[in-house]
């Protein structure tokens, strides 16, 4: 908080400089004058918050340079010093909205209660103006979240329009932004503030300011950002090289530049190819601005039996779900326009099919330790190419681990199954595996080790261990999760089976393996 003193007097202000405590009270910059014309000087770049002021000083006295002040710094607290304390001084202070009077010879504890209430008139005011930004902030974007909505209250968006002076005659466009440099934490319909947005609000808000056009913002999600802005007939021409430059403000921004229109509640069809347009960057990472040409291009949809064509390969011939996927892959990218979230849904869905079919995915993939952690990578993918990139490491993984058990019986393969994926029951045991293949825990024991070399005990305590070693390096999760995602039956007795294996505690090696 900011405090001027002004007074003709050198020991007056040095001494309430030096005597009281003035951190106490929140203030951490002070400033001094020594007439009134002084103080209105200062006062112009320093915008004091409290103003601390005598009465008769030369040049300029106190009651005229806070009169001036109040122009120039109309949120200024002013307390009056004096010891003339006349009948029209004090009417021409009360007229100023003095807060507070100190007399004449100036008593310390009199200072620090005059001020005491100063700061709390500021604080107040701060929180007033606070929450009336807030209010108007969620107040905008409510009203565009209305307008893209096909369906709305035409009476209630022209009643919250009139409340934000938003015009409700004029040219709109609409602009969909994605910044591919934040994806991850972004919330449709979520409420923010500017400083939640890695200042992109700010940004866009200030570019808008400059070419003197009307703005709303608000986000959607995954990283997109909508934009709408209203403008004059005369700013026609200007408002395309706008949107444009919009993508100049961050690195990794992409633009999707909707229709133009007269018409407010045309807004929601506009906002719709903006969307689309915006969306394309999925498929070219070779530009950054995309916008609608003469006419609308043909939307592709991917063929609905993909999934059950994709499961019956999977289950009949798994060491061709590699070349199926490559070539599904190339008739994407041969040509034709996709939605984003068709490839993203069905991508999706492939992936959790091959982590099911083969758990121990899980154990060989980077980045990868749940399925929905492979759910989260695709639908945070920026371009297509990532997520083809993700399926090559997984589809490579998959395939190698297929060719590791071609080497065994099916009733192996089927054992080894069955442990992946239940693993973090902390109940199972050989008689379980064993009845899930309808064969006795002998029986099962015999043939697992003669082909595999160990006991089917001991190939789940392998797994449980490499999983928690893999979790591990996730410092996210907790312990106590790893333990129960291994089937571990609490916390302290996974620490006692991982020192017996490594010869150090869980947090060991997670310090050790993560530096």
Known sequence: MRLLIADDEDYTREGLVESVPWDKYGIDEIMQARDGQEALKISGWFKPDIVLTDIRMPKLNGLEFAERLLKQCPNSKILFMSGYMEIDYLKKAISLAAVEFVEKPIELNKVEEAVKKAVEFVKEKEQHVKKDRQWKTLERQRL?????????????????????????????????????????????????????????????????????MQTLFTRLDHGKYLLLTAYGEYQKSQV????????????????????????????????????????????????????????????????????????????????QVQKWMQQLIGDICGGGIYRQEDIVMSMSAFAKLLIQEKNALLLSVDNIYTEDDVERMIREATSIDEIFGLFEKILAAFTSQVEQGAQYSRLVRDTILYIEQQCQEAGLSVVDVAESLHLTAAHLGVLFRKETGVTVKQYISDYRLNLSRKLLLNEHYKIVDIAVRCGYSNANYFAKVFRNAEGMTPIEYRKKHMK
Do not use: H
């Open 144 to 212: 565009l979240n209305m307008l893209k909505l096909k369906k709305k209250d035409k009476t209630l968006i022209y009643k919250i329009c009139r409340e934000l002076e938003f015009p409700t005659k004029a040219n709109y466009m609409t602009v969909v932004l994605w910044d591919k440099m934040d994806v991850s934490n972004s919330i449709e319909n979520e409420p923010f503030m500017e400083e939640e947005t890695d200042n992109l609000e700010l940004l866009v808000s200030r570019l808008w300011e400059k070419a003197g």
């Open 240 to 319: 395309k090289i706008w949107c444009r430059d919009m993508a100049k403000l961050k690195e990794g921004l992409c633009i999707g530049i909707g229709f133009e229109t007269d018409n407010l509640m045309a807004v929601a069809q506009s906002y719709e190819i903006a969307l689309f347009n915006v969306e394309q960057s999925f498929f070219d990472s070779s530009r950054t601005v995309f916008e609608m040409g003469n006419s609308i291009p043909e939307m592709k949809k991917l063929n609905p039996g993909l999934y059950a064509d994709f499961a019956q390969v999977l289950k009949k011939d798994p060491i």
